[in-house]
């Protein structure tokens, strides 16, 4: 694992990690090589990126979306306005990579890294975001100010586009040069300003399921395996004085039976890995990326493996049976697998003898060739 310099990850989780926001002074270095302001412009003006340009002019927030074209950034002000691409790390291998330094964090968790450009005085507001976040400066200077933790009942400026803090109440500021990293947990208020004109910062964002999504998708999922016989029962109905109530009884009943269904481990595991690895930006799978053939032969001869960066990834290791997430698919694997099934979520990087034993293995084979056929898994240059 690729760790930040001056942080200790165990003393992090520990004290800070959706707790309070920590800033690592040169936690990375040689951040300027990562990205510039031209690439991003370039990935700004492509229609599969999401992108969009955020400005503060005569005192109104402005808002416009992406793809954008050359002329777009020649007729903007000198200051004030900043350009945000959202999962960068799925196109830029530089981002991609950076990605690494936050693997103490399970794949599951970590979402991907949006990269914002602003020139003097340009941010987005102050808002507070439902994530935690990794803010890491890679170029120019910017100074954050943070404010106290939020909820819904904090009011907004009326903007149709923007959900931005009316009382924004700065505790604390921070000027970041590049190398250096801001942790913001969750609902923590924030306000990041430009303070020149090469002001990169690189969003490491997370996701958590929201709990009505829990709740609805599970129940979903749990809803899919019953059949239409499977009621509610009441053979031991005693008669009742009121037709018109429903007992405390019956809620008893009901009670019993959702959680008795709820509580199922193996429901509750396999959908969870299907839902959280499903993909944000999925590939066109249709057209095979490698074939079989092509797979055996390039491993055979020693060709490095990657995955692609957008591939979701997860495992449950369980006593008999390991269960492989990959893109919202689930592979039941026997016990023999649960190396492959670490190596494939524990790593990006692959050296073809790292797959080679797998080969002579039918499961694992069809699941190898499986992902290299959509491009989960690739050869370097195709
Ligand atoms: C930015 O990079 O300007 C915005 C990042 C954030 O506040 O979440
Ligand atoms: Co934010």
Not at 178 to 190: F, K, M, Q
Not at 292 to 313: C, I, N, W, Y
């Amino acid at each position: 694992m690729v760790s930040l310099n001056n942080f200790d990850t165990e003393k992090f989780l520990r004290n800070n990690w959706q707790k309070r926001p920590l800033l690592i002074r040169q936690g990375l270095d040689n951040t300027e090589a990562f990205i510039s302001f031209d690439e991003l412009a370039g990935l700004a003006c492509e229609p599969e990126m999401e992108s969009r340009l955020v400005s503060y002019q005569q005192q109104q927030w402005y808002l416009r979306h992406g793809p954008f074209s050359k002329s777009d950034f020649s007729q903007l002000p000198n200051s004030h306005w900043t350009l945000l691409v959202q999962a960068v790390d799925h196109v830029s291998p530089a981002i991609f990579e950076l990605m690494d330094s936050f693997r103490f964090i399970p794949n599951w968790r970590l979402d991907d890294i949006m990269v914002s450009y602003a020139c003097k005085g340009g941010g987005v507001g102050p808002h507070f975001d439902n994530y935690d976040v990794f803010l890491v400066q890679t170029s120019g200077q910017r100074e954050w100010q943070l404010g106290p933790r939020c909820d819904e009942s904090n009011p907004l400026l009326d903007h149709p586009d923007l959900l931005l803090l009316d009382n924004f109440e700065c505790q604390q500021r921070f000027v970041l040069n590049p190398g250096d990293i801001l942790y913001i947990p969750p609902r923590y208020s924030h306000w990041g300003i430009a303070k020149d004109n090469n002001c990169i910062t690189c969003s490491v964002g997370f996701r958590a399921p929201a709990l009505a999504d829990i709740i609805v998708e599970y129940a979903e999922h749990l809803g899919q395996g019953l059949t239409s016989q499977q009621r509610f029962q009441d053979q031991r109905r005693q008669l009742q004085d009121n037709p018109g109530e429903i007992s405390h009884h019956v809620i008893d009943q009901l009670r019993s039976l959702i959680v008795k269904t709820v509580d199922d481990q193996n429901a509750l595991e396999s959908w969870f890995g299907k839902y959280m690895t499903q993909a944000k930006y999925e590939h066109d799978t249709d057209e095979i990326i490698e074939t079989e053939q092509g797979m055996t032969e390039k491993l055979l001869a020693g060709h490095p493996v990657f995955r692609d960066p957008s591939t979701r990834l997860a495992y449950i290791a369980g006593y008999e049976q390991t269960q492989f997430f990959c893109n919202g698919l689930c592979w039941q694997l026997d016990s023999r697998y649960v190396a492959l099934a670490k190596l494939l979520g524990g790593q990006t990087v692959f050296s073809a003898e790292d797959f080679t034993e797998w080969l002579g293995l039918s499961h694992s084979r069809k699941l190898l060739i499986a992902m290299f056929e959509k491009g989960q898994l690739y050869f370097n240059g195709g």
